[in-house]
């Protein structure tokens, strides 16, 4: 944790403004998460490179270098749904050749599974065919275009059955990217995905699982996602300083609900982050005046990402949750 603070605090922090002006952010960032094995990070016991301890000392992780770069750190953290598939798959080609290097932070992936989220009709539709399958539609979202080796794609069957890929992060004639222009994470190389026909052999499918089983399972991607909102609201109330108020104390009891949260308070607990996240921001505006809309200002930069963590990796229950925050009366002051 000591060394995630140290790169939160005199690397990514200094150069978060310089990063959500670009168009992509430095691999030098990159590269040095790898060097202290925190590409590692969703490895099993036995395979780990970090020694991090217990699952509330990962979030804390994931926190701490949110307030240092929130762009960084959504780039990385697609990482390790890449990293676990290959760990975890049966698919001995994968295992072997993929993960050593997604362990090391050589190779780095990212991850396009919004088939596997929604209900109704895919947005990816995943053809069996003789030796492998079609894929065809599109991934809406992808993080990481440009900076990602492997890409783990979730396509669905005609029977509901989400279908798992491991692919290159290339442009082909029948895999395009389209780059979009979002509120904040600009440097995350975020693009829609569309694929045509689009052919994966079977020594590249990870695994199948029927959606209904998989989103039972989708509980640690929000207590994740929800990490990401308390370091940038950790980041706003450090600015405030002795204007912090009662912030500190509710960043500390948002902290222990998303660690604490059974299956049922789990959206609450992510919306009570981002709602944090964007009341932080707010104050930190507030706080440092009118500056605070200029291109150089970090609470400027605090206000949109706060503003694009309400809506980030949402669920209806988790929309709902925030919904019910953001419009309830509040007790006058």
């Known amino acids: 944790m000591q060394d995630a603070r140290r790169i939160a605090e005199d690397v990514l922090f200094p150069a ?5 002006a670009a168009d992509r952010v430095p691999e030098s960032h990159f590269d040095l998460l ?5 590409y590692g990070l969703a490895a099993s016991p036995q395979a780990a490179t970090l ?9 804390r992780l994931i926190e701490v270098l949110a307030s240092g770069c929130l762009t960084t750190t959504f780039v990385w953290i697609q990482h390790h749904g890449v990293l676990n598939a290959a760990e975890t798959t049966k698919n ?9 290097g997604l362990l090391e932070g050589k190779r780095r ?12 009709p895919p947005p990816l539709r995943a053809e069996p065919i003789v030796g492998g399958y079609l894929l065809d539609g599109v991934a809406p979202w992808f993080t990481g275009w440009g900076m990602v080796d492997s890409l783990l794609v979730a396509g669905r069957n005609s029977e509901d059955t989400l279908v798992f890929a491991m692919l290159d992060g290339v442009d082909n004639d029948t895999l395009r990217a ?5 509120l904040a994470v600009q440097a995350s190389g975020t693009v829609t995905l569309r694929f045509n026909r689009h052919f994966v052999p079977r020594d590249r499918i990870v695994s199948t699982v029927p959606q209904s089983e998989y989103l039972k399972r989708d509980s640690s991607s929000v207590r994740f996602n929800g990490a990401l909102a308390l370091g940038v609201a950790g980041r706003a109330i450090s600015m405030l300083g002795d204007d912090a108020g009662d912030l500190p104390g509710e960043l500390d009891a948002a902290r222990t609900q998303l660690v604490a949260a059974t299956e049922d308070e789990l959206s ?5 982050a981002s709602e944090l996240a964007m009341r932080a921001a707010s104050a930190a505006a507030v706080h440092h005046g009118s500056r605070s809309v200029l291109p150089g200002s970090h609470a400027q930069r605090l206000v949109r990402e706060a503003t694009f963590l309400l809506l980030f990796g949402s669920r209806p229950s988790i929309k709902s949750a925030l919904l019910d925050r953001l419009t309830s009366p509040r007790a006058p002051a």
């Open 109 to 120: 992936g990212g991850i396009a599974l919004g088939s596997a989220l929604r209900t109704g």
């Open 34 to 38: 790898a060097e202290h094995g925190f």
């Open 92 to 100: 001995r080609n994968l295992r072997e050749n993929y993960f050593p």
């Open 268 to 272: 609450d607990a992510r919306a009570q």
């Open 178 to 182: 389209e780059p979009l222009d979002l």
């Open 16 to 20: 978060a403004l310089e990063v959500d």
């Open 51 to 59: 020694d991090i301890g217990d699952f509330p000392s990962v979030l």
